[in-house]
């Protein structure tokens, strides 16, 4: 089998439990992503406020297919002896046109993103796979994220955790320590240095970061590998949550809500 990771944590995953043409997939609370010809990325979605599952919108396709449907029927109204091969042919190609569009389009309704949100940040990731392919990836980490009901006995033990840090004011340092190693590019870790984001030794101004992902651009590194730069942007995002402090009224709501379901108290 393909073993596309397999590190000091024993982390194994076989690429047939990847999704196929994404090279997604999930290993606890982890969302994997191993594109063809870039190191393994994995993010710890315990970071995540939430994860949702969006359809990507086909209006703009929409609307280029009509306005070829559109320019196919003004050719076709228009046709003169004097011009009949030229405009034959111009026919065809609005045609083409509008038969790919409507195709675009109804390809994109059915299609999926991945929308992570981190506090006002939010991150698209494209999954062109079946989409209840992508629903499972959903499905499987949205327990773990900040804002979802408590549901497993590991997610309550860790906002347990994050509780008795913020009450004996141990918040922030035990929040950086959470976040190193939440975004690992191959073995590099991604972490924020002052003003800078670094991947392993490479380092890029957090500004150029950010203009990166306003483009959908992904950032550079080494060895023709890359990272998409709003992943990144997500790591700045925990490490300014981290500075503010925890969320003490949704953290202590979920805890009682999990214990009463369950009947458990804690220390029980």
């Keep these: 089998m393909d073993s596309v990771i397999n590190d000091s944590s024993a982390v194994v995953l076989e690429r047939s439990q990847l999704l196929p043409r994404s090279g997604i997939g999930v290993h606890g609370p982890y969302l994997i992503i191993a594109a063809p010809g870039n190191p393994v990325i ?40 004097d011009g009949l091969f030229t405009g034959l042919f111009t026919c065809a190609g609005m ?16 299609s999926r993103d991945l929308l992570l949100t981190l506090g006002d940040l939010p991150v698209a990731l494209h999954v062109d796979d079946d989409p209840e392919m992508v629903k499972r990836i959903a499905d499987g980490l949205a327990p773990y994220t900040r804002q979802a009901p408590i549901t497993r006995p590991e997610v309550y033990e860790d906002a ?32 924020v240095m002052g ?23 992904n950032l550079p590194l080494p060895g023709n590998r890359s990272l998409q730069a709003a992943l990144g942007l997500l790591i700045v995002a925990a490490e300014e949550r981290a500075r503010q402090g925890e969320d003490v009224e949704m953290l202590t709501q979920r805890i009682r809500e999990y214990e009463a379901w369950t009947g458990r108290t804690a220390g029980r």
């Design 42 to 81: 994995r993010l710890d979605t315990r970071l995540l406020d939430r994860i949702e599952l969006i359809g990507r919108r086909p209006g703009g396709a929409l609307v280029l297919a009509g306005m070829a449907a559109a320019g196919f029927v003004a050719g076709a109204f228009t046709l003169i002896p």
């Design 195 to 217: 003003d800078r984001l670094c991947v392993g030794t490479t380092d890029f101004a957090i500004e150029a970061v950010r203009e990166y992902a306003l483009r959908g651009a």
């Design 95 to 110: 045609a083409y046109v509008a038969q790919e569009r409507f195709a675009e389009a109804r390809r994109r309704g059915r």
């Design 160 to 191: 347990r955790r994050r509780l008795e840090a913020q009450s004996q004011g141990r918040s922030d340092a035990s929040a950086r320590r959470e976040i190193e190693g939440s975004l690992m590019v191959g073995a590099e870790i991604v972490q």
